[in-house]
């Protein structure tokens, strides 16, 4: 399985615009084969700030997935608003247990 987690900052003024946009890549990301969690979460304590979580089975699934026709519109709406910051990084997780 692979894990993605990570942010992106957005100026909080322009969370908003991105509500819809935002509903889309969620909702059209998690019939994608191979998907197995994609999150966004509002951080409450810094606005502007969207925490990432994500599963995918494999690599390749998860490639495909930056291909998509949807992660095209999702990342135009976030060139409109403007990156503020971004990091998120894929990680391998094996040696898993439940907490």
Not at 2 to 13: D, F, K, Q, S
Not at 17 to 46: H, I, N, S
Request: aromatic share 6%; with cysteine; net charge negative.
């Amino acid at each position: 399985m692979i894990i993605v987690t990570g942010h992106l900052r957005v100026a909080p003024e322009h969370i908003d615009a991105l509500r819809e946009p935002m509903r889309a890549v969620l909702e059209t990301t998690r019939k994608e084969d191979g998907c197995l969690l994609y999150a966004f979460g509002e951080d409450v304590l810094d606005p502007g700030l969207i925490r990432i979580v994500e599963r995918w089975r494999d690599w390749p699934s998860l490639e495909a997935h930056g291909r998509a026709t949807h992660m095209v519109a999702w990342r135009q709406a976030l060139g409109e608003v403007g990156i503020l910051e971004r990091e998120i990084v894929g990680h391998e997780g094996t040696n898993q247990r439940v907490v």
